[in-house]
């Protein structure tokens, strides 16, 4: 065999040559044998894709390049939910007249329900929501990306990553809580007497822990991680952050105000820290999670502009102005809600620092620490 070494491989046209991808999770302590890179799934170098149509869609190691991964992981995904929403949407109207209500009267109780209770309309959708995603993520991991569900932030769930969970939800119920007691105090909002609780408060505890997660794994633990296998971690927040936006857009009373957008993406960039401080995707849905229950169902307020039953209510002054209060959407809306994006960058940050810092102190030798 010769030993002339081989020439570097030839840039694709258009697009960046992309790194070998190294461990899911480099900035975790590479003895935690929970991420190891033993068990993540290794790429086989193949031979250079040949011509510069399959450079340009390819990297070296033959896997599709990042950009139509995602593209082609997006639109697979929404086909498959758009049809499940047909499915759930059709199973209500059997439904309806299985009870035998009038078929003119089943459109409009439908509609009646997704205007007024859209909570609980989720009911319906979150459980075969994350069992869809779930089943598209493992083949894109596997087949496409050449990973393993695990490099996605599922890890082994161990008494540290249940006290860090918990943890989370402190963090997300309290920071939330704070921003809703300081617009009471200042008179922004009012406390009203709440409606009476039913089944669709009590449907509210797993549903919100089910879109919760559901949105975790899209976008922190697909589209987030996908940058970072390849190295472009910051890039992976923005852009992330920013789809998470776009899909907030559409829910009721999205554009009413001038923060919306800016708190949408603060917060995705809050739980982009959140997935990397932790390296797992249970902590960042336990800070998601806690900050949504703790509006809806236990404050009344709404959230991302979805109201439902809750146990106690306060509501934004007629007279305030909906860029302070947030209006019909709620805390996210509001100018109180950027400094509470803030503190959760602020928090998850130093907890990136100071893992970051330890390792640094752990190279050097005993007599410069």
């Known amino acids: 065999m010769s030993d002339t070494p081989l ?4 840039e694709s046209p258009g697009l960046p040559a992309e790194p070998v991808p190294a461990a899911a999770f480099p900035d975790l302590d590479s003895s935690n044998s929970e991420l190891s890179p033993a068990n993540d799934a290794c790429l086989t170098l193949a031979p250079r894709p040949q ?49 035998e209500v009038p078929l003119g009267e089943v459109g409009p109780r ?12 989720q009911f319906f959708l979150a459980g075969p929501t994350v069992l869809v995603t779930l089943v598209v993520l493992e083949l894109f991991r596997r087949q496409v990306d050449r990973r393993t569900l695990m490099s ?82 910051v890039t992976g927040v923005v852009i992330s952050s920013v789809l998470f936006w776009l899909v907030h857009s559409f829910n009721p ?45 236990l404050l009344g307020i709404p959230v991302s502009g979805m109201e439902t039953e809750s146990l106690l209510r306060i509501e934004p002054r007629p007279d305030i102005a909906d860029w302070i209060s947030g209006g019909g959407f709620g805390l996210e809306g509001s100018a109180v809600c950027i400094p509470l994006n803030l503190v959760l960058c602020a ?19 005993a007599d410069e620490r």
């Open 253 to 297: 009373a999205a554009w009413s105000t001038v923060w919306i957008g800016v708190n949408l993406f603060g917060a995705g960039v809050a739980l982009s820290l959140a997935y990397m401080a932790s390296g797992d995707i249970w902590f960042p849905t336990a800070v998601h999670f806690a900050w949504n229950y703790m509006q809806a169902p």
């Open 110 to 121: 439908i509609l009646q329900l997704a205007d007024t209770q859209p909570l609980a309309l």
């Open 51 to 99: 011509g510069p149509i399959a450079r340009f869609f390819l990297d070296a190691t033959n896997r599709l390049r990042t950009p139509f991964r995602l593209f082609l992981f997006i639109v697979v995904l929404a086909v498959l939910l758009v049809g499940l929403q047909i499915d759930v949407f059709l199973a209500l109207v059997a439904g309806l007249l299985w009870q």
């Open 152 to 233: 996605s932030g599922f890890v082994p769930v161990t008494a540290r990553r249940v006290g860090l969970a918990g943890f989370g939800l402190v963090i997300g119920g309290g920071v939330i809580a704070a921003g809703a007691f300081f617009a009471w105090a200042a008179g922004q909002y009012v406390a009203s007497d709440p409606a009476p609780i039913g089944w669709v408060w009590w449907s509210l505890l797993p549903t919100l822990i089910l879109m919760a997660f559901f949105e975790e794994i899209v976008f922190r633990g697909y589209l987030l991680q996908n940058f970072r296998d390849i190295g472009w971690p």
């Open 347 to 365: 928090i998850f940050g130093a907890m990136i620092w100071r893992q970051s810092a330890g390792k640094i102190d752990a190279s050097l030798p």
């Open 7 to 10: 020439p570097p491989p030839e």
